[in-house]
């Protein structure tokens, strides 16, 4: 079973910089898509960003385009979420995830603890 450990969360002034990273245990995370959900309190979990397992192909979403970027280290089985002009409204625990390239939760086999972010205006 691939465990996932994410690191980087914490806090931050708006418009401050983090950068968020997701070790897999297995190998086999180089054959998997990846991606980073959210979710604030009294909220539903959210698509944030998505990766193919070689790295070429991205998707955003729209509320953090152009703010974050997606990437992955397959030789050393990590996914990274940089993530710079934060906002207040970015604050929520951040969860990675392995599974089929998607927008939707469901799709994703596997899932990190979270890390959280908190950007204070």
């Known amino acids: 079973q691939v465990q996932l450990v994410e690191s980087g969360g914490g806090l931050v002034q708006t418009g401050g910089s983090l950068r968020l990273s997701c070790a897999a245990s297995?190998?086999?995370?180089?054959?998997?898509?990846m991606a980073w959900f959210r979710q604030a309190p009294g909220k539903e979990r959210e698509f944030v960003a998505a990766i193919s397992r070689g790295g070429a192909s991205t998707d955003y979403a729209d509320s953090v385009k152009g703010r974050f970027t997606i990437s992955r280290d397959n030789a050393k089985n990590t996914v990274y979420l940089q993530m710079n002009s934060l906002k207040p409204e970015d604050s929520a625990v951040y969860y990675c995830?392995?599974?089929?390239?998607?927008?939707?939760?469901?799709?994703?086999?596997?899932w990190g603890q979270g890390t959280q972010v908190t950007v204070s205006s």
């Open positions: 995830a392995v599974g089929s390239m998607s927008r939707y939760s469901d799709l994703y086999d596997y």
């Open positions: 297995e190998r086999t995370f180089s054959k998997r898509a």
